[in-house]
């Protein structure tokens, strides 16, 4: 089976909480705080892998999450980190974010490129971190970051010099067989080819990539048949050997044939339409001779044009010569590993405080990181939180909103009542 496109669910692992605890042993017994930090969470890596051709491996599981990091311990013992969860990826598949696929945040196109899709929580800190001259007994510690979970659409284009387009039942597949070391299926009949095959050719030392891309027929452009799942598949080739049956043995002119799939490429894609091509006149064996000649007439002065027939191994050789000739001579598509973020910016000196009916409100990513060490039963962590909220300036703009004695104040989950 083959799977070219799958959504799935990413999510990094969340920060391990500090801890809390005071040195004990048999000879001293009012020890200093002693509670460890959290580890942080594990990343979410993609890495490109030349053993995967296809999304398979996405059918059934669609949900990806790492490891957390471990709590803190006792005698400053730190968490463990969460170990990073890898997710390998066949080459050539591009990550998307939120299944939009105007929104693409990585390319992978090399063997062990990686892309850190998403970067694990915090640790929190443990008691110890908060102890200080004047604060010699901290009773709280801070919680670890808690990861959001993302969706990303994984979409396959296959990696191929040379793409092969035509009709079905037109013979690419078996010139893919007879050229490459490649085994797709082949049949006398329509949509023998359900998926792209690869293949690799070697003559005169040097190695180019072929993909047979099946189901082009009129209309693929607009979803008919198979064709719009399957043409992008060739949008990163450099060179084309576009098929035709000139045998007619389907009934359908040769020439129309020819016409109707450079409409489709051009349809799809400008570039695409643009990639120079090379026609290979395929089942010359059963063919007329005056419909040769009148397709060579057309179009012999603007392609190269190739008589043969791949059952027979006829012909193909001088075909493959100027194809491996004429990519050798064609610039390589240039490899650009940029990658965008997928995780939300959140910008940890923000708030926003908002007055509604009475009521504050204060939220922002200073305060999703102030409140991870906020225990509202100890006083000592109570009284912490009051000293950040001054010398954040979090206080001094709920006073400037008219906030007065009494008023209720919501900062994230925490809840108070104001007090002078």
Not at 112 to 121: C, D, H, I, K, S
Not at 266 to 273: F, I, T
Not at 326 to 355: G, H, M, Q, W, Y
Not at 372 to 400: N, P, W
Request: net charge negative; aromatic share 8%.
């Amino acid at each position: 089976m083959f799977l070219d496109k799958v959504v799935i669910s990413i999510k990094a692992g969340n920060g391990g909480n500090g801890h809390v605890s005071f040195y004990r042993d048999k000879l001293t017994m009012t020890g200093g705080p002693d509670g460890g930090n959290g580890g942080r969470g594990g990343n979410v890596v993609f890495v490109g892998t030349t053993r995967e051709d296809n999304l398979i491996n996405f059918r059934y599981q669609k949900k990806f999450l790492a490891p957390d990091g471990v709590n803190g311990g006792k005698r400053n013992q730190a968490g463990a980190n969460g170990e990073n969860l890898v997710i390998q990826v066949p080459l050539g598949t591009k990550i998307y974010k939120n299944n939009n696929e105007k929104d693409l945040l990585a390319d992978i196109l090399v063997d062990g490129q990686e892309y850190v899709a998403l970067r694990g929580g915090s640790g929190g800190r443990g008691n110890a971190f908060y102890a200080t001259a004047k604060k010699q007994t901290p009773n709280f510690s801070q919680t670890g970051i808690i990861t959001k979970e993302y969706s990303v659409l994984l979409e396959l284009d296959t990696i191929a010099d040379i793409g092969l387009v035509g009709f079905p039942n037109v013979g690419k597949s078996t010139l893919l067989s007879v050229i490459s070391n490649a085994n797709p299926k082949i049949g006398n009949y329509h949509f023998t080819t359900l998926f792209p095959n690869v293949g690799v050719v070697n003559m005169f030392g040097k190695n180019v990539v072929v993909a047979d891309i099946p189901g082009i027929i009129e209309g693929a452009s607009e979803g008919v048949g198979l064709g719009l799942d399957f043409l992008r598949h060739v949008s990163r080739t450099r060179l084309l050997i576009h098929v035709v049956d000139i045998s007619e043995s389907e009934g359908r002119e040769a020439v129309s044939d020819f016409e109707t799939i450079n409409k489709e490429l051009l349809s799809y894609s400008q570039d695409l339409a643009n990639l120079p091509q090379i026609i290979a006149l395929n089942k010359v064996d059963q063919a007329k001779a005056d419909v040769i000649k009148a397709f060579r007439k057309k179009y012999g002065k603007k392609y190269p044009i190739f008589e043969l027939s791949a059952v027979i191994n006829l012909g193909v050789e001088e075909l493959m010569k100027e194809v491996v000739s004429a990519a050798s001579k064609l610039p390589k598509k240039e490899i650009i590993f940029a990658t965008a973020t997928l995780e939300d910016f959140v910008d940890r000196s923000e708030f926003v405080v908002e007055n509604i009916e009475g009521e504050f409100w204060v939220s922002g990513g200073l305060v999703d990181n102030l409140i991870r060490g906020v225990v509202l039963t100890d006083t000592e962590s109570f009284a912490y939180f009051q000293r950040r909220l001054v010398d954040s300036g979090i206080m001094q703009e709920l006073k400037k909103q008219g906030m007065v004695e009494g008023n209720v104040v919501h900062i994230g989950e925490v809840e108070f009542e104001y007090l002078e």
